[in-house]
């Protein structure tokens, strides 16, 4: 079973979201240390299909390009994501950051709910024999301080009608 902790306290994941745009970069709010543990077996399950995808895409580069980048040192081939992870582990991590980190995120928690918790960026991927650890850093939604919006009435707004009518 997956577990998050916020602050080294358990909690749902109804309560966290993740930042979709400007992931990754700094905020000017405090922030707080998520953790992400989930069995590798689920990891897989969750994870399958978007690897298969970008796999598929790769491939579809390798073919237009001629080349083919391993995802390893000596690889011939991509990997199932089973072996990729069990076999490869520092490869797989690196490649995780580079294709996985939003889709990730994305699959376990839903930006249409309020959450409280914003997941800002993947820090660190740990590949245990059980488990994948993905931790990082967050905010609290409430933090967010937003600047105050004056609406801006132009006082010449009669003076507008006038030159467009001129123009005719």
Known sequence: MMMIYINQRINNTENVGYREFGFGKEVTLDTCSYLIEIPKYEFINLMNTTYS??????????????EFDPPFPGATEYPSLEV?????????VEFFKIYFETDFLSLLF????????VINSVDNIEITDASVIVSGKAYKKD?????????FISQKADFVPEMVASRG
């Open 143 to 151: 933090d967010i301080r937003l600047p105050k919006i004056t609406p």
């Open 53 to 66: 995808d970008c796999i598929d895409e790769l491939k579809k580069d390798d073919e237009i390009t001629g």
């Open 84 to 92: 990729f992870i069990e076999d490869h582990k520092e490869a797989f």
């Open 110 to 117: 839903s930006n249409k709910n309020d959450p409280v918790y």
